[in-house]
């Protein structure tokens, strides 16, 4: 099975030139993990709260003074709608990240996350079970 019913379409981006602090106002009102990072010439990156707490406050640096273009991932892992859960959950892995990028060929159709990842496998397991025991009692 494939990504692409996961893929959130839907995605809130911010211009690389805000403020952290813009990100996190951003990604709390739309109950959000992450935003992508964009600016006239498109997609820049990928501000998660990860760089929030690791290139942010966990250096003591003010969330209102820093731009995001400063602290963002600026080469976020990018994976197509027809690869797998299986693929981006190994890609999440080695990457240590929980976010990646979809495209169809060069055009930005969304974003997944590990918790799509994680709910498509478990979709997939609750189907297999479905057809073994529909196999099994027929």
């Known amino acids: ?26 990604m709390t009102e739309e109950f959000i993990g992450s935003v992508v990072v964009t ?3 498109g997609i820049r990156g990928l501000f998660t709260e990860r ?21 963002m991932t600026t080469d976020p892992i990018k994976v197509q709608p027809n690869d797998t859960a299986g ?18 060929g060069d055009e930005f159709v969304g974003i997944v996350s590990l918790r799509d990842m994680v709910v498509l496998m478990i979709d ?3 189907e297999l079970i479905g057809q073994l025991q529909r196999y099994i009692s027929s």
């Open 1 to 26: 099975m494939t990504i692409a019913s996961k893929i959130v379409r839907r995605v809130a981006t911010i211009d690389e030139n805000k403020s952290v602090l813009d990100a996190a106002k951003l």
């Open 51 to 71: 760089e929030l707490m690791m290139n942010v406050v966990g250096r003591g640096k003010d969330p209102e003074k820093v731009q995001i273009k400063d602290v």
């Open 124 to 126: 997939e397991k609750e």
């Open 87 to 104: 693929r981006c959950l190994d890609l999440m892995k080695e990457h240590r990240c929980r976010h990646l990028l979809v495209f169809e």
């Open 39 to 41: 600016n006239s010439s």
